[in-house]
């Protein structure tokens, strides 16, 4: 009787290992989201040619197409007609031929993005955030403007942005303790 446990046992921890390690290559592949609807779904097109570094998001003379290795031929896909891509566990989004990384989506989309500005000692990379209302609309800088202007029709959430941020730089602080962006949860709390 103990050592049908012990197999039971054994066999249920084998399992849970083998889903467990399934769970986590599907999520941390690569490739390119085709449509929005690919990027909800998590389907992923091209992810074998990602994985082995066969797609090239960004070159030299070419910004507006991702260019794929496939055979002898390479398959060229414009920026303006995919959504985006995951690379290295991280999902981002193509909007005017340009990358922004996905960092929430649970109701309000927000993202963020690198810039080049001067500086008394040359240039400084400074992350700039981002928002949009839906996965498909379009992105605008994260303000408090911004955020009136797009959720004009929500007044219970830009009453609880207006009396909890007072910058724009504060719009995207993140919470440590409940793992997600401040305005994330604020959104959740108020837009039903």
Known sequence: MKQSFRIYGIASLFVATMLLTITVKAQSSSGIYLSADDFINHKLSYTAEAEA?????NGLFDWANVKIKQGASPVYLRKDKIFG????????RYFKNTAYKIIAEKGIYLYSAYQLEPNTRGVKRVEDFYFSQKPDTAIKALTMNNLEAVFQNDTQFLYAVEGFFRSDRQLADYDSKLKEYKLEYIYAQTVK
């Open 53 to 57: 570094g066969q797609i090239r998001f």
């Open 85 to 92: 891509y995951r690379l290295k566990g991280a999902d981002y």
